[in-house]
């Protein structure tokens, strides 16, 4: 197998489907038949969930709203994704733990590293919430930040398209993709891949990106078992 330990990053708009708010059963289940088949597989799984389909603190700025209560309130919107990700997680019958950066003991655990690598190495889904728990910061920085802390090999990071694009293929046809890119080639030619404190952190500790389209079934299952599907971002 190509991964032992890999750190799943999902966008909050991924949970949405085909609606414009909020989160889709259909998709979630979708998702949870995607993980189950994965931990199947030996692999152990992280997961950041990103709060966009819910609320995000820069829009909540943009309408008046003091932007630390509205990051505060995006983080929150993370743990509600987190939860329905792990239910559905575990109507499959895998075993998950929810950690989040806010305390909110009732309904998850206070995030501790050994702790997250403890529940990983008994084959548990560890889904992170709650992101970095700092505002002015997103879901992609929480997901490298805790990578990083948990030793995974990459971070995956689950897109609408398949992959990194000479241009956004979604507006330009003649856009072509790249198999691998280096960090440096993604800053020359002014790519996209995460925002540039999360691409930052991950250059600086040489943790692979691999960008991946999530929606079309079977394509985890392909990655770790070395198929070379998506983007690599690597040194
Ligand atoms: N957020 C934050 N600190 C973090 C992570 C997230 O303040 O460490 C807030 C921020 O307002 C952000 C929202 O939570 O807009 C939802 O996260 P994000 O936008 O990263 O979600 P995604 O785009 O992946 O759905």
Redesign the pocket.
Known sequence: MQYKRILLKL???ALMGDNQYGIDPKRLAEYAQEIKAAVETGLEIAIVI????I????SGAAQGMDRVQ??YM??L??CINGMALQSAIEATGVKTRLLTAIKMEEIAEPFIKRRAVRHLEKGRVVIFGA????????????SVLRAIEIQADVILKGTRVDGIYTADPEKDSTATKFDTISYRDVLDKGLKVMDSTAFTLSEENSLPILVFDMNTKGNLQKLITGEKIGTIVTD
Do not use: H, I, K, L
Not at 131 to 142: E, S
């Open positions: 966008s909050g708009e990103g709060g966009g389909n609320f995000r603190g820069v509205g990051d995006g983080m919107a993370t992101g970095t728990g700092n505002p002015y910061f997103t879901t992609d920085t929480a």
